[in-house]
């Protein structure tokens, strides 16, 4: 039986279920799906091969995913691998698993793919959500992330193949359906347009949810959605990162502490039982205490009360990791005060 080893995101999950189903007839494999959001993220893999690795000493271990794209040489380095496989690459993996291979790392260029896994998922194993994959890739840079550089640009699934799965995973059971990508507003044509094709031609879907969003890239015809559709499910999980417009500005984020506000001011009116929560770094490069108190008072400001709170960790290939940066000790106090913010603030 083959074990699928899943670090990160919503769409590592969503894709480590593809690899579950296509390779569900291959014993003594181990496919490691790696996160490299951080340095620390990557690390991490690291050390789960290694564990992995003593506890199968006989099975084939291939790693794939975002660490593997970006540092495919530290991985095929690892006397733990047997195969490293970048994103492009995974898509195909039946092929190099059925094939002899001459080498131990497959790794192309990512911006050279302007496609992704047509493979149609029929269930998540031992979940009551279903995660759907509308788009791949991201055409922004802000200056802490380095995923666009694991993912590529930014390529968006036709919306008929997004409405054939929803109805599959619908006929299996799974009755709550969450909207996965790498940056998923920014689907095209339109983001809000899909979702109203979703409503409207599912309109048994009982939850449509989603997974990050984007407070720059949603729009009124979004927030009108959210008013006009119960099936939308009233909790919104944004990517804010800071509530301070410098440092906002420093990590190349499109939208101020104002915007973020408005959208949740916007939304409550739509649905007042509106929930939120957000993705925030803390002690980003430069980061002052005035700067922290900022985005403290914006949890409090916006009501956001569902926090996932990081001390940044430097991402090295990325220019933010050559700003000056804030001690790391600092970055873990502000991290905790702050998680402890979002614990004091009432549903």
Known sequence: MVQIVTLGCRLNSYESEILKEKLRHIDNLIVVNTCAVTGEAERQCRQT???????????????????????????????????????????????????????KSYVGNIFDYDQYDHYLITGFEGRHKAFVQIQQGCNHRCTYCIVPYARGNNRSVPSEQILTQICELLQQGFHEICLTGVDACSYQPSFSGLVETILTQIPELPSLQFGSLDPAALDDDFINLV????????????????????ILKRMRRRHTREDVIT?????????????????????????????????????????????????????????????????????????????????????
């Open 49 to 103: 091969i290694r564990k992995l690795r003593k506890e199968n000493p006989d099975a084939k271990i291939i790693v794939t995913g975002c660490a593997a794209q970006i540092a495919p040489q530290k991985f095929a380095a690892m006397d733990e691998v047997d195969l490293v496989l970048g994103n492009k690459e995974k898509v195909d993996i039946e092929q190099f698993i059925d094939s002899p291979l001459t080498e």
């Open 227 to 246: 008013g006009q559709y119960p099936a939308i499910h009233p909790h919104f999980h944004l990517s804010v990162q800071s509530g301070d417009n410098l």
């Open 263 to 347: 959208l949740c001011q916007k939304i409550r009116q739509k649905r007042p039982e509106a929930t939120f929560g957000a993705d925030f770094i803390c002690g980003f490069p430069t980061e002052t205490d005035d700067a922290f108190n900022n985005t403290v008072r914006l949890v409090h400001e916006a009501g956001i009360n569902k926090l996932h709170v990081f001390p940044y960790s430097e991402r090295p290939g990325t220019p933010a990791a050559l700003m000056p940066q804030v001690p790391v000790e600092i970055r873990k106090q502000r991290a905790k005060i702050l998680r402890e913010q979002g614990e004091n603030i009432d549903d």
